[in-house]
């Protein structure tokens, strides 16, 4: 009961945010909430199975470009194009899965990274129909979702709320569940797990499977609402990112994405206000947290005085 | 020109990679081999040697040659100091855990990256190279620098591979990669052991960066491609093995040259990618050893 209370006054929270903070900041928020969206994503694979990925972006990216050049290309509405382009994720992550879990730990990273750098050379390499290293802008008149105008402040608000509303109470049933607890096993002790009777490689080729639906989805989801698409968001950085978010918030808890994804976006507009060099932010950070807090921030929190957090 | 002398001229081209592709994969794989540690700012060290060695040619008057010899010594050395530096203040604390080393070293890429955009620039820079001779081939002309680079990369390769097997210092490497525990039992500094290593990784890929910038640029991006091609090799090389390396360099060198020669380079580099992911899911065993 606590749980969910805690995590609608979190929902009940952005909502008022959006009222009470100027546009620019809600604007930041919308983009904060998609990526927290991608991260949730990363996190099930990452913090609760065990599963580190360097490739997620190919999964972001699958959604995103699924989206986007369906509108672009076939004229799709953008609803359904929505529904296409998280389905593309979860499609791309079944058959990366497929092939990457024969591998573990560090092959497993560094297969997924390979994946994900085929699928970034892939969009640079036919150019000429994805858009390439420039990217596609979508207009407004692709950017309606069910009578929503995708290109105004609110309405873009209320739909990265939607969906990180709908992804976080999926993402908190999900964990509560009996699979939930299997995703634990998986990460604390695979031959045990085995042993009583889960088969792991079913197991986690759920497990990313669910993770691409979410990146899937984020990817999309940004596309429409920002109106932009273009191969950076597949490239190497991207898969980085959601790690870095979810490394900063605490891998296994279910706000750690939302918390990381807006102190590291904020950290970075402060940084790049100060200097140019805001990767310098992003890599310090990786490497202080790693060092000095390689559980997170609600992580410790979890560990220290809240033990129900989920 | 011809179909013949076009591959001929494909083909030395691809060498010259190769040669590259050698050395900074060998560091690569020592520092893989003896501390298993994959380390993602290995590019980031080759761009730090090609960047000093841009610094260094500004810095010292008189004839290019000069410059780059002391480029040569400087680069590495100065790199090799940084990987020591990060090897005991970073990775040592984190106990060498591969999956939280490696968020390290992705952390460490960034920064060295954006450290070389802010005191280097945006732009990609020349280094002038140490002699320009050119040999005249029935069909074309070959810039006789080339030549030099593939020469000193076999005399370094071979150079390494004395100092890993003939020298004090290699095999103690080498035992501390066979056997942590026992080598600190029988009086190894195995801290200081690793972070050698590290240095030595490093400095290669600075040596071969140095070779390099003369023929291409320094650019503070320019680390990407080595680090991958760098993993490709290793994988399909084998652990540990200078002579696995040196033979996956050379097919990885010779045909991305050739592909990128009569297609597109990143057509080239899709395949191979591909492919390097395709031999670690199906044979994971002859990559990363017994630990895969």
Not at chain 1, 168 to 173: F, I, R, T
Not at chain 2, 24 to 50: C, D, E, I, Q, Y
Not at chain 2, 68 to 75: L, Q, R
Not at chain 2, 210 to 234: K, R, T
Request: hydrophobic share 60%; net charge positive.
């Amino acid at each position: 009961m606590k749980v969910w209370a805690l995590h609608l006054a979190v929902l009940a929270g952005l909502a008022v945010a959006q009222m009470v903070l100027p546009p620019y900041h809600a604007n930041n928020l919308a983009r904060i909430m998609v990526l927290a969206v991608y991260a949730m994503g990363y996190n099930i694979a990452f913090g609760y199975a065990g599963l580190l990925s360097l490739g997620h972006a190919l999964l972001f990216g699958a959604g995103m470009y699924g989206t986007g050049l369906l509108v672009h290309h076939a004229g799709l509405a953008a609803l359904p194009a929505l529904i296409a382009g998280t389905c593309a994720g979860a499609g791309m992550a079944a058959l990366v899965g497929l092939l990457a879990l024969r591998t573990a730990g560090v092959s497993f990273m560094i297969v997924t990274l390979m994946f994900a750098q085929v699928g970034f050379l892939t969009i640079l390499y036919f150019n000429g129909f994805t858009g390439g290293d420039e990217g596609i802008a979508l207009n407004a008149p692709q950017r309606q979702i069910l009578g929503a105008d995708m290109t105004q402040d609110t309405a873009r608000f209320w739909a990265a709320l939607a969906l990180f509303g709908v992804a976080l109470g999926s993402k908190l049933l999900l964990v509560q569940s009996r699979f939930g607890r299997v995703m634990l096993a998986m990460r604390e002790n695979e031959e045990r797990s085995r042993m009583l009777g889960f088969n792991p490689y079913v197991v986690k080729l759920k497990i990313l499977v669910i993770s691409g639906l979410y990146a899937g989805a984020a990817g999309a989801a940004y596309a429409l609402l920002f109106g932009y698409f273009g191969a950076s968001f597949a490239s190497v950085q991207y898969s980085i990112l959601p790690m870095l978010y979810v490394l900063m918030g605490g891998a296994g808890t279910v706000l750690g994405p939302l918390l990381g994804a807006g102190l590291m976006f904020y950290l970075v507009d402060f940084a790049s206000s100060l200097t140019s060099a805001y990767l310098m932010v992003v890599g310090a950070a990786l490497v202080v947290l790693v060092l000095f807090a390689p559980k997170g921030i609600l992580g410790t929190i979890r560990e220290r005085w809240l033990k129900w957090l989920p | 020109m011809a179909f013949g002398p076009y591959l001929l001229l494909a083909l030395m081209e691809g060498l010259v990679k190769a040669a590259v592709l050698a050395l900074t994969a060998v560091g690569l794989s020592l520092v893989f081999g003896v501390m298993r540690v994959v380390n993602v700012a290995h590019g980031a060290f080759f761009m730090l040697g090609a960047v000093l060695a841009w610094t260094v040619a500004q810095y010292v008057p008189g004839p290019p040659a000069l410059a780059w010899m002391v480029a040569i010594v400087v680069a590495p050395l100065v790199v090799g100091t940084i990987a020591a530096a990060t090897d005991t203040l970073v990775l040592k604390r984190l106990n060498y855990d591969p999956e939280a080393t490696i968020v390290a070293t992705i952390g460490l890429l960034y920064i060295l990256e954006q450290a070389a955009l802010s005191f280097f620039g945006p732009d990609a820079r020349p280094v002038t190279a140490p002699f320009t001779l050119r040999l005249q081939l029935p069909w074309f002309g070959f810039s006789g620098y080339k030549l030099f680079v593939i020469l000193a990369t076999l005399l370094i390769l071979l150079a390494v591979w004395w100092f890993m097997s003939r020298t004090k210092a290699g095999l103690v490497m080498r035992a501390t990669q066979v056997d942590r525990q026992t080598a600190r039992a029988f009086g190894i500094n195995v801290d200081r052991v690793y972070a050698g290593v590290f240095a030595l990784g490093a400095g290669l890929a600075a040596v071969a960066a140095v070779l390099l910038v003369p023929i291409s640029q320094a650019h503070y991006l320019m680390g990407g491609d080595p680090l991958l091609l760098s993993f490709i090799v290793v994988i399909i090389g084998g652990l540990g093995s200078l002579r696995g390396t040196l033979v996956a360099a050379l097919i990885i060198g010779l045909s991305d040259g050739v592909i990128s020669m009569f297609w597109s380079p990143t057509l080239a580099k899709i395949i191979a990618t591909a492919a390097v992911a395709m031999v670690l899911v199906f044979r994971p065993q002859g990559l990363f050893g017994a630990r895969a």
